[in-house]
């Protein structure tokens, strides 16, 4: 970035701040977004307390969003009576708890590894790493589901983990992230008789905690939210997880639209939960790792 243009930005920045109308404008814009990308969560909410019949009542006007009769708690207690809701929440969360736990270790440990070893080949791993982003899961679903079925681990725990441990755009943000540390810090805990496991762990991670919270906020995003490839895997409810638990309503008449949209309540509550807790560390970790790559 040239100085000029550094300059142009600071202007228009202190401009902006400076000029209380420009910053009502701003927040007014801001405002009207969020209230945008936040119509279809509050219409979830208010349909999930909804009778079945007046679910999709009243949907080009502003009374969509007020539960005309409102019927308390009854679409939770059948959404979670019909699909078996405690044993997919359960089916979720070890999917997803192992998914997030393995793969901070192991896309961290690769990422560091990019980051400070030298060896020959390095820069076409690095090359591997970034063309495996755009490579999209469903050109791998069939090749992976044979593989699946070969060795018996379809409809298992297993199959729906192990394929998604390691993610490349994961090594890559952790690569990123560890290029901006200090190597000083490193060869100072080496000095004092440390090992690289040690150096690791006790100088590296710590200040890594940004990246860690935005990779485990993005994994478990993902894996709380895969569809197609357990909808592949698994045939019965003793593995299946979340989103393909919702089959259910469809599969098994009559189909209550309150009971729907009371299950993709509970669904999505755990994500909101996860984000609002590390929300800080997030938006951190996503902005170091853009400057520093």
């Known amino acids: 970035m040239t100085t000029a243009t550094r300059s142009a930005k600071s202007d228009v920045s202190s401009g902006v701040k400076s000029n209380p109308i420009w910053r009502w404008v701003l927040y007014a814009v801001m405002i009207a977004l969020a209230v945008l990308f936040l119509f279809p969560l509050i219409y979830m909410v208010s349909s999930s307390f909804k009778a079945d019949d007046q679910v999709l009542a009243n949907s080009d006007s502003l009374q969509a969003f007020i539960p005309q009769p409102f019927v308390g708690l009854e679409n939770y207690a059948d959404a979670i009576d019909r699909a078996q809701f405690p044993r997919v929440f ?24 990019l980051a400070r070893l030298q060896f020959r080949g390095k820069k076409v ?47 890559f943000l952790f690569y990123t992230f560890f290029l901006g540390i200090p190597k000083s810090l490193e060869e100072a805990a080496r000095i004092d008789g440390a090992g690289p496991m040690q ?35 698994t045939r019965g409810v003793g593995v299946r997880p979340l989103p393909v638990g919702i089959g259910v309503f469809k599969t098994t008449p009559p189909v ?33 790792s853009g400057v520093k790559g």
Do not use: C, H
């Open 90 to 113: 359960m089916n979720s969360m070890i999917i997803s708890g192992f998914i997030v736990g393995l793969g901070l270790v192991v896309n961290s440990l690769f990422g560091y590894a």
């Open 199 to 233: 150096v690791f762990v006790r100088v590296v991670a710590p200040l890594a905690k940004p990246a860690y919270a935005t990779v485990a906020i993005l994994g478990f995003l993902f894996s709380w939210g895969q569809y197609l490839w357990p909808s592949m895997v």
């Open 125 to 171: 791993i690095i090359a591997i790493v970034i063309a495996l982003i755009i490579i999209p899961f469903e050109a791998l679903a069939v090749p992976l589901l044979f593989m699946g079925a070969e060795v018996g681990w379809l409809d298992t725990y297993q199959i729906q983990i192990l394929p998604f441990i390691a993610n490349p755009l994961f090594i």
């Open 256 to 288: 209550a639209w309150g009971d729907i949209m009371a299950y993709t309540v509970m669904m999505t509550l755990p994500l909101l939960i996860i984000f609002l807790i590390f929300q800080r560390q997030f938006v951190q970790g996503v902005a170091s």
